[in-house]
């Protein structure tokens, strides 16, 4: 298949040239409005993208590898970047159990208050973080709603990890659905329907139909969402009561070492969060470029 | 009887999709549900194979209650109209997949899927594309595929959803050309539903015309054609020429002339008058018993010529049609007058009309 395409596309090629030339400069751009366009771009990606990056790195290391190091290993660095990770793992599978339990509700089934629930999905994008954190102190602090229950039963929420990993989840919210609401559906349900006709039960056909056609929606609503649960700042810094070493994650322990006057602690805490979302940017492009390999080793 | 269908009843909303339909289809037919859109046939197709639920009736495939039953259990096969091939499978895994989704204990082991899947593939003359995407053939191959992975599991009745309407006309012919053959190899009893009368007349061994979700006629295709059970059917089967009548004593008066009528009607009945373009004779001089009409248009299709002629003072047009070598004998010119006679038609009252 694959030499078929080539050989085809070569000839094309080299029979076609003149033509495609004239096609060309009937049909393109002026040369000073491509360039122009190219220009603002990469001044744009300079500026707001490039600048930054190198800013934080080189922050991070202007006094060498030892200073870094010193900073991260700093036991509260430490326990930030647990607890980060920590909130992380709870608040990623937690999102992509509802985010694709609302999307296939959503797009396949038809049934009373659906547009509520799209709209109700978008509302953790539409409050200040700083509100939801509020929301929350509000319905489980000591002085809460809830409060009087919790204490009674020796719960703590508020200026605690449940607090954190609520926010958080409340934040992240709307990715991964927001991901899969409009892919799911364009597909429609007719492979799902396939599916049964043919005998398979309705878990087999999740797993074996409807997942692999979300896959690339749902990885890059994951994604968008770790990058998010790490990074919220607002409304964990409302509800986390700052405890260092207890409940400051790393967008809060940053805050603190910078007000401190620690600017190379500081940046080098930011160092590693860049670290970690260029490296989950990585493994998306990895698994993207082996699915791309495996359907074209496939014939 | 393969199929049973008992009293079905479907609405959505307030729009009645199936009004109390009862059909029987018999094995090894090829049965075609014929109507226009919002007409039924599509959520009739879809309930018989359990994607749909009826409000009310039930549905028994060989002698078997299977109303109640999950469409996964059915053992029918389904073939969609947009294909529904899994978009991310070869075309092998397309085919396997209903072998592979057994339970272990049924699952036939990876050699004999291998074997059942290549012969398949071989049916529909499509074996060399067994490692290729969904995505890399044409519209006619996918449904060729999608029609493989349907008897994969080798169903008890084949259920079709405008399998060709998504196709560009000349691969719609060859397809349905190679569907009848394929059909009369394999010998399962299907039912495939279109609005193209054209198809159901050519493919199926019975055509079921529905109209606002009941059946209007079944019978034949050449039963159905040549004796419709009514005015929409008469119209929706290909273009007719409607005449007001007066029936009485076994014939219909139709502008003055007097045309014998295969059935007696009610005496002094009002009527009207069913023909088909190929049923008007035509002449080029004055006839007795016959109608004058202005010849306005000539157009020649291929081999047909199509006529479009007016009474004076009418602003119907009247459509025939004829072989063009009749038509050159006939010596009929455009402008010209022409005479013309029904020596096929149907009344019907005017309350059916």
Known sequence: MNSLTHDAADGLAAGAVPVARRWQRATEEPRWLRWTLIGIAVAFLATFLLLPLTVVLYSAFERGLAVWWQALNDADARSAIRLTLLVVVIVVPLNVIFGVAAAWAIAKFDFRGKPILISLIDMPFAISPVVVGLIFVILFGAHGWLGPWLAEHDLKVIFAVPGIVIVSVFGTLPFVARELIPLMQQQGKEEEEASLTLGASGWQTFWRVTLPNIKWGLIYGVILCNARAMGEFGAVAVVSGRIRGETNTMPLHIEVLYNEYMFTAAFAVASLMTGLALLTIAIKTLIEWQDERRRHGAH | ?353
Do not use: C
Not at chain 2, 236 to 245: H, Q, T
Not at chain 2, 268 to 292: C, I, K, M, W
């Open chain 2, 1 to 353: 009887m393969s199929i049973e269908i008992q009293q079905i009843n479907k609405r959505f909303g307030d729009f009645v999709a199936v009004d109390n339909v009862s059909l029987s289809i018999e094995d090894g037919q090829l049965t075609a549900l014929l109507g226009p859109s919002g007409s039924g046939k599509t959520s009739l197709l879809r309930i018989i194979a359990g994607l749909e639920a009826a409000d009310s009736g039930r549905i028994l495939l060989h002698g078997e209650d299977s109303t109640d039953r999950h469409v996964s259990e059915r053992g029918v096969g389904f073939v969609f109209q947009h294909y529904a091939l899994f978009r991310h499978m070869t075309v092998f895994d397309n085919v396997a997949y209903g072998l592979t989704v057994k339970p272990r204990a049924v699952r036939p082991d990876k050699a004999t899927i291998r074997k059942k899947v290549m012969s398949l593939l071989e049916l529909v003359q499509l074996d060399w594309t067994a490692a290729r995407y969904p995505s890399q053939l044409s519209g006619g191959q996918r449904q060729r595929i999608a029609l493989a992975r349907a008897l994969a599991v080798e169903p008890k009745v084949l259920l079709l959803d405008e399998p060709f309407g998504a196709l560009d006309a000349k691969v719609r012919a060859e397809l349905r050309r190679w569907l009848r053959r394929l059909h009369d190899e394999i010998y399962v009893t299907s039912v495939f539903v279109t609005h193209d009368q054209e198809e159901a007349m050519e493919v199926s061994d019975r055509v079921v015309v529905m109209n606002r979700g009941r059946v209007e006629q079944d019978g034949s295709p050449e039963q159905v054609y040549d004796h419709p059970a009514n005015p929409f059917v008469y119209q929706f089967l290909g273009s007719v020429n409607r005449f007001p009548a007066r029936i009485h004593q076994g014939v219909a008066e139709v502008a003055g002339m007097v045309l014998p009528l295969a059935q007696p009607g009610d005496h002094s009945e009002q009527g009207q008058l069913y023909v088909r373009p190929h049923e008007l004779d035509l002449f080029a001089e004055a006839t007795p018993n016959s109608l004058r009409a202005q010849l306005e248009l000539v157009t020649v299709v291929g081999p047909t010529v199509r006529l479009e002629l007016r009474q004076q003072g009418s602003d119907e047009v009247i459509h025939a049609e004829l072989p063009k070598y009749r038509f050159r004998e006939l010596g009929l010119v455009q402008g010209e007058q022409a005479w013309l006679r029904p020596h096929g038609a149907r009344v019907f009252s005017e309350q059916l009309g």
